[in-house]
């Protein structure tokens, strides 16, 4: 049947009536199809091992209680005698024979001796609670088959250290008896007006607990020799815990586990388990590491805070250099022991022999991983004399061109974010101030939100409460966190769709 003179004009006005009809449905439907790209990107998370050496790394990712227990601002008589009854509990227990109670065990002891000055002595009385609290959080809130015998014989020695409390059995019962496979009774322990002292810390083993039964999320890293991983991990730590594999032991994988909370330390395991390592420890690679990682466990600053996410920094791979760079990283990337790839890219020098290489073998090896692929170091820009949006367009033609469909591509300044995450802690020299002010500067010119809205419309970024918090909007680094919180959640995160800086 022949076409009514007019007809694709009034069935076009007829669409657009309808759409403006049904806006919000129509944008509704808009999100949702953008949204659904995120859950096919991971639609399964494959489980992560975490098994590293003698260690579940899963155990790494809870923070320290002790830091809130008064027993820090008492008495040093009275802290000795804590430690002394604590090491006497995981004697009785047999716990003090395995490498992460032996660490705990060390953590406390650099944690009181630590403590500034005191500001009430309570007595050791008042921590007959505490005690048991913290003994349950040394062995990492793991009870096996023989719990009970060994429990047994750890009240037995309580009772004689807290006489009083024979009266309370029944209490200490309930105290324990979350610890045996009923952790969903701790939110009732702590409304029990006798535990009114300990509710906080309660909330904090909970916390632990919640966190550690996340599911993890694994992060490779890898790039090309000088392409920034190093300083771009440490923007999502917001700390200084990556090395330079130019510096360390490029043998070895760096590993770097997020905790539950804020606790103000820092774990490391490479041959031994250190959970308040210094820094010169942190960044070290010790002669007796007989394993191919060094793992660093601490709490996120930013945006990927609430994440369990475990991060894997391979060596920077350089093909015509040290050859064993590449066959860890090639290892690695063939292990598939992670839910998503991040392609970390120098934008000072794009599109050369290595990066090509490496390009194709990664896409050969890793299957239906999402990748994210990082532009660092825009900040080497000329505002004025470059066009950076062209520069990131060619080279996601070019990824195009190399069989990555639809790349997602993220220009950020890891420098920038690092500082601006510092700044959040009063933790510049004078020169990183400069730099950073430098910094606000140029990227306020560089108009970086401007790409992503167009090519990340459904990712949105409050400003800043001041020009160095929006910095990490600035330079694209909170909006490359949030990307990595829409994959880990499949789009459904919590917060209404901002990341807040």
Same mark, same amino acid.
Not at 456 to 461: L, R
């Given at each position: 049947m022949a076409e009514k003179p007019g007809g694709a004009d009034k069935d076009t006005g007829t669409e657009e009536m309808f759409m403006k009809k049904n806006g919000k449905r129509y944008r509704k439907k808009q999100k949702?199809?953008?949204l659904k790209k995120y859950r096919d990107l991971v639609k399964v998370k494959k489980d992560i091992s975490q098994e590293v050496g003698e260690i579940n790394t899963a155990f790494l990712s809870m923070a320290h209680i002790v830091v809130r227990n008064p027993i820090v601002r008492d008495s040093e008589e009275t802290k000795k005698e804590y430690l002394r009854r604590l090491r006497s509990y995981l004697n009785a227990g047999r716990w003090n024979r395995r490498k992460y109670e032996k660490a705990e065990l060390c953590a406390y002891e650099k944690i009181l001796s630590e403590s500034g000055e005191v500001q009430r002595e309570y007595g050791i009385n008042f921590y007959r609670y505490f005690i048991l609290l913290d003994?349950?959080?040394m062995i990492g809130y793991e009870t096996t088959e023989d719990f009970s015998e060994k429990i047994y014989s750890v009240l037995t020695r309580y009772f004689e250290d807290f006489p009083e409390m024979t009266e309370k059995k029944d209490l200490i019962e309930s105290l324990l008896k979350p610890f045996q496979g009923k952790q969903c009774q701790l939110k009732v322990l702590g409304k029990n007006p006798e535990f009114i002292e300990e509710k906080e810390y309660i909330k904090l083993i909970r916390k632990n607990l919640k966190f550690r039964k996340q599911k993890p999320f694994g992060v490779m890293v890898t790039a090309t020799m000088s392409a920034g991983k190093s300083t771009f991990i440490n923007a999502l730590a917001g700390k200084y815990v990556c090395l330079s594999q130019n510096m360390a032991c490029t043998s070895k994988i760096h590993c770097i586990v997020n905790k539950a909370f804020e606790d103000g330390y820092t774990y490391k395991y490479d041959h031994d388990l250190v959970m308040g390592a210094e820094s010169q420890e942190l960044l070290s690679n010790h002669e007796k590491n007989a394993l191919d990682k060094i793992v660093i466990s601490t709490f996120f600053r930013g945006c990927l805070q609430n994440m369990r996410i475990v991060v894997d920094d391979s060596p920077g791979v350089n093909f015509s250099g *040290?050859?064993?760079h590449k066959i860890i990283a090639d290892r690695l990337l063939k292990g598939r022991n992670y839910n998503l790839l991040i392609y970390i890219m120098n934008a000072t020098q794009l599109l050369t022999n290595d990066e090509d290489e490496h390009l194709d073998f990664v896409k050969q090896t890793i299957g239906k991983t999402p990748v994210i692929f990082i532009i660092n170091k825009v900040d080497a820009f000329n505002v004025e004399e470059e066009n950076v949006t062209a520069v990131i367009k060619r080279q996601i033609n070019y990824l195009i061109k190399k069989g990555f469909k639809n790349p997602m591509v993220c220009p950020v300044s890891s420098k920038a974010g690092y500082l601006a995450k510092m700044s959040a802690e009063n933790s510049?020299?004078?020169?990183?101030?400069?730099?950073?002010?430098?910094?606000? *500067?140029?990227?306020?010119?560089?108009?970086?939100?401007?790409?992503y809205a167009e090519n990340?419309?459904?990712?949105?970024?409050q400003n800043g409460k001041n020009e160095e918090s929006n910095l990490l909007k600035t330079c694209g680094l909170a909006y490359i966190e949030k990307l990595i919180i829409m994959l880990i959640t499949g789009g459904k995160t919590n917060d209404k769709g901002l990341c807040k800086v």
């Open positions: 949702e199809k953008e003994l349950m959080h *040290d050859e064993s510049l020299s004078r020169s990183q101030k400069r730099e950073l002010y430098n910094y606000v *500067d140029k990227f306020e010119r560089m108009n970086l939100p401007a790409y990340f419309p459904n990712i949105k970024v």
